[in-house]
């Protein structure tokens, strides 16, 4: 029997998620298709990874996934992992603004003021602020045609302090990028979708979203889950179900050339791949160079990439106190003097991470004006995360042990202009590389459950394309 060969590029989450659903349709359909899986480092998963230490669990990139998202949890049930999940034991996240933590008020949408209440309730505005935020009532729909930063867009309709305050730490913690800079059509269509369809964002919110000052609170922990043994767990079970000669570790590829039969891949261990269709589920910023003979793919150099890095303390739990109930706290925009973006209360938000009588924190650094700070040594960073800290709580002594993890140029940004970015690119693709397709968190979607069904719809889209 002759086959087809389908080579994926990258072993990360998508490129894993992608490798499985492409399986499943061969075995199901009995399709002549072999899958081959490459990826440079010495391990899959990309930036899920777990680890565990003195009884403790630890996640060094994402802890959790988005329940709300069907691909996730849709996977998670075909490869038999329900048994192994685990749900947040708290919802209730913070704001630390003018030195102090405030809850995160309950009528807002990641930040977004929802009702009125949720401005003219909260400590963290000043008058001035509350009144300016309610114009969003108000002002007329945007006239602009084309794409905007999620800033600009926000701040026309409730003003700076909310959005320096609310909006900003959820929106740019998310994507480890500033607000200002954010496409508005690659980030958060919806909220420009509301303000265009009822005239403003908190009206079209209240339309599409149940008002929590009018109805019970939903279960704690009900929008993210994890698993007993850490995020890796996923990735764990996929390499499990999948044949193991698919996957092909510490070989990166050097060059993808077009033949007349198709593709040849040239890997950096001298090997070369046959492909007739191949899936590119590594950062745009390899790409280029793997195709370095077209000269619009450097159109992916213009997606920027900015650097965080994360640190992980353990403490005996007499060593801090700690009187919030929450998962954690991200900092406003407007609070200068502090240097870490945010912090997860780990041992609160997942208690099966920690041991009983240990306390387990996990704070992070690298703002997009703040990029140096990832370069420092492991201890320069943890003692800039512990004077922060020691701000919000009251800390004695050092950590148990801490574990730094930095993530150089890891996070492509969606900025203004995004879409039609990375749409021209997959024009000129589908003309002169038919088969090759480009997927991953630097195109539609940086969450794991955007790549998980990035990856199924890759895989979807190459079987059509072998069937013409």
């Known amino acids: 029997m002759e086959y087809k060969h389908i080579v994926i590029v990258g072993g990360g989450i998508t490129g894993l998620s992608a490798a499985y659903y492409l399986q499943k349709a061969i075995k ?152 200002d800079d954010m496409s508005l059509q690659a980030t958060y269509p919806n909220f420009y979708q509301l303000e265009q369809k009822y005239g403003s964002v908190m009206k079209g919110l209240q339309k599409s979203m149940p008002n929590p000052f009018n109805k019970k609170p939903k279960k704690p922990g009900s929008m993210f889950f994890s698993f007993k043994s850490g995020l890796e767990t996923l990735v764990h079970r996929l390499v499990e179900v999948m044949d193991e000669d698919i996957f092909s570790i510490h070989t990166a590829v050097d060059h993808i050339e077009k033949k007349e039969e198709g593709y040849h891949v040239l890997l950096s261990n001298g090997k070369v791949y046959k492909a007739d269709a191949v899936i590119m589920a590594t950062q745009h910023n390899a790409v280029p160079k793997i195709f370095s003979q077209y000269d619009f793919f450097k159109t992916l150099n213009e997606i920027p990439l900015t650097s965080s890095a994360n640190v992980v303390l353990a403490f005996d739990q007499k060593a801090i106190k700690n009187k919030f ?60 995360v512990l004077k922060d800290l020691k701000r919000t709580m009251k800390i004695k002594g050092m950590p148990e042990f801490s574990i730094v993890t930095r993530w150089k140029d890891a996070r492509p940004q969606y900025n203004v202009g995004h879409l039609e970015r990375v749409s021209k690119v997959r024009a000129n693709m589908s003309e002169t590389l038919p088969g090759i397709y480009l997927v991953g968190s630097s195109y539609d979607g940086a969450g794991i459950p955007d790549c998980i069904g990035n990856g199924e719809k890759a895989a979807e889209e190459v079987i059509s394309y072998l069937q013409k």
């Open 28 to 179: 199901e359909n009995a399709l002549p298709y072999r899958v081959k899986l490459v990826e440079a480092s010495d391990r899959l998963g990309g930036k899920i990874q777990s680890v565990k230490k003195e009884g403790f669990t630890i996640d060094k990139g994402p802890d959790s996934l988005l329940a709300r998202k069907p691909a996730a949890i849709n996977l998670v049930r075909e490869i038999g992992l329900e048994e192994q999940m685990i749900r947040n034991a708290t919802g209730q996240s913070y704001i630390l603004a003018k030195n102090k933590l405030h809850k995160l008020p309950a009528g807002t949408f990641m930040g977004v003021p929802k009702v009125a209440d949720a401005v003219l309730t909260s400590r963290m505005l000043s008058t001035k602020g509350k009144l300016r935020a309610l114009f969003d009532l108000i002002l007329p729909k945007s006239k602009q045609v084309g794409d905007q930063s999620v800033g600009a867009f926000m701040r026309r309709r409730f003003g700076n302090e909310v959005v320096d305050t609310l909006i900003s730490p959820l929106l740019s913690g998310i994507h480890s990028g500033d607000v």
């Open 325 to 384: 109930d929450g998962t954690g706290f991200q900092v406003a925009r407007n609070s200068s003097k502090y240097r870490i973006t945010a912090c997860t209360w780990t041992n609160k938000k997942w208690p099966t991470t920690t041991p009983e009588g240990k306390v387990l924190l996990r704070c992070y650094v690298g703002k997009p004006t703040d990029q140096t700070v990832v370069d420092l040594s492991d201890e320069e960073i943890t003692n800039i």
